[in-house]
């Protein structure tokens, strides 16, 4: 899928399977009982950001309370139950399509589900919310306000099911 986009290296995969988020949008309503949404965000994205309505989320980290001064960001700590979390929800025949933010955890998730033997892992490579607008005439410069789930019209809510969020045991 995804004819004609370049995608960036920061959101390649080693499965090379990528999808736009009206083209995830239209694979899961075509097929919803095959075909999976994972949500690799934080629980916090997930939860005050928006979700995908059937996303179950798995986070692939978390952010600290802690200042990265050399990244100059927050410290984020990988989730070391990630993998066993994905093999507990998911068989390596499904259909998952992955996203986060905007297509770069991602694609870091795509590649750690196919080192385990995952095959059928798309990237949804625009994410929730999209990539960054950079034209400076443009009142949404700085936002990401390009593409992405919330921004191609694909239905999205703030209501958090128990049975689909990532909650430590």
Known sequence: MTHGIDIPKGKQ?????YVTARE????????????????VRTPEEYGF?????????????F??????????APVFEPNSRFIESVQQHYKHGDTILVTCRSGGRAAAAVDAMAAIGFRAVY?????MEG??????????????????????????????????LWLET
């Open 13 to 17: 995969t080693v499965l090379g399977l």
């Open 24 to 39: 995830a949008y239209e694979m899961w309503r075509a097929d919803p009982d095959k075909v999976f949404i994972l949500d």
């Open 49 to 61: 950001v928006g979700h995908a309505e059937k996303a179950r989320n798995i986070p692939l980290g």
């Open 63 to 72: 952010v600290k309370h802690r200042w990265d001064d050399a990244k100059n």
């Open 123 to 127: 990237n949804i490579v625009d994410g």
């Open 131 to 164: 990539d960054m607008e950079k034209d400076p005439s443009s009142v949404f410069c700085g936002q990401r306000m390009k593409n992405g789930w919330k921004n191609a019209g694909a239905p999205w809510t703030y209501k958090l099911n128990r049975d689909l």
